[in-house]
């Protein structure tokens, strides 16, 4: 694809009709440092679309017409760095192809208080303002399927994320990490205008705040006044200092698992801002559903492209299963089942496949608990009291460091009730049927037939579903995805989103 300059805003249409491909959008201000081209280069490596990089200072961000003009200005390398990193095309237009004059089609919005009203909101008056409507502007103009930003400006991202869903735009925010420099400080086209000295300053105004994050989850606690106090003996000046709660922006709660430590100094004429995110633990992913929805597929693929762990709880319950037949336990009488389970192991291992194996007193069933004996009586057993209250409590021992995406029909209700992320799995009784017809490693259901297949996994549902403890239902919480006519890549694709946009990639960043 030839690479082109676009000037007019009227050009965008004609070339965006010679394109066959969706277009990834990268907005900046100009004067690109390496922040930009991770942004370019994700967007380049991430799918086969046309990456557009727009370069325009929004004089309607600046509430300091000084600021404004002395904003650094680097045309002729930024159009090298975009080209050489991977755009397709770069849209530099003018204020006044942006702003007509007297055009009344143009809409000046305003940022949600919610949200513009804290951090940088308290100093900088209509500053969101002016970055809702610009983007707006260039979201109608070029109609990008995707839109990439950084998480360094975390508040202006919770913010373009509203606008999307306020104005109903079918456009997709890709996030990347906070990039920073060699002394620690987040990169940023302001730092050119840093002295030694105060390069210095914000140096130690960042590593105070890495350091927070460091030491968070053993302490769970952050101290501000001392962190005030640090930066005050530096003679730093601080605008603002918060730990807030990472998508409200209001104070932070105990409960909260992950919040924001969020801070703008200033150091000469130059104002400058950075933020860690603070974890208790790594993220938690619950997914529930009934028998055949393709929880155990997606979660696997989930846990992989995540890195995260993988506890398939069903296999837990169907391994106890297991050994309940294999040692003739009678279920249903025994007095001293307490004791019984408390002898009893299950553990998962990687096998030579990149799978896991589930293990029953150092016994591999992975095979024999998934027939179709086990699954006519893993929901009675599942429902016993004493065997939920023996594997609940071994699941959320696996879970107090979280990092781990579990599946099962009571995960979001009870075993982690406080994960960061819960899903209802979901798809009709015919595409789960068809699904369990089509299972290669499920021997016993190629051989039922398809109407008793139907009804086996309409009781098994009620069953699950009317249970006195820990029912089949979904959370308060739960994002229902209704699986039916969607790909297993499609399906796994969408939670990844949903755990993107709950989860900061930076959180995790060592």
Known sequence: MKKVIIRKTEEIENWRRNINNEINFIPTMGNLHDGHIKLISTAKNDNSNVNLVSIFINPLQFDNKLDLENYPKTIDNDIKISFSNGADAIFIPSNEDIYPPNNENIKFLKAPKKLSSALCGLNRMGHFDGVCTVVYRLLNIIKPKNLYLGEKDWQQLLILKNLILRKKLNVAIKSIPTQRDFDGIPLSSRNVHLSKNERKLISFFSSELLEAKKNFPQDKKIDLNQIIKKLLAKKISIEYLEHLHPHTLQKA????????????????????????????????????????????????????KLKLLYLDTGAMYRALS?????????????????????????????????????????????????????????????????????????????????GLVAEGRDIGTTVFPHAELKIFLTASIDERAKRRKSDKNSKDSQEIDFHTLKELIKKRDFEDSNREISPLIKANDAIEIITDGYTINEVVDKIIDLYYDKIPKEAEIK
Request: glycine share 6%; net charge positive.
């Open 253 to 304: 709660r105990l409960e909260d698992n992950i919040s924001l430590l969020a801070g703008a100094i200033r150091c000469g004429e130059t104002r400058l801002i950075d933020h860690v995110f603070l974890m208790k633990r790594r993220p938690i992913i619950a997914i529930d559903g009934p028998a055949g929805s393709g929880k155990s597929t997606a979660t696997k693929l989930i846990a992989k």
């Open 322 to 402: 297991w050994l309940m037949i294999k040692e003739n336990i009678n279920y249903k009488k025994e007095k001293n089942l307490q004791n019984i389970l408390k002898g009893i192991s299950i553990v998962f291992k990687s096998n030579t496949n990149s799978h896991q194996d589930v293990y029953v007193n150092n016994y591999c069933v992975t095979e024999e608990i998934r027939s179709q004996k086990i699954s006519s009586i893993v929901s009675k057993i599942s429902s016993i009291k004493e065997v939920r209250e023996f594997l609940v409590e071994e699941q959320r021992k696996i879970g107090e460091s979280g």
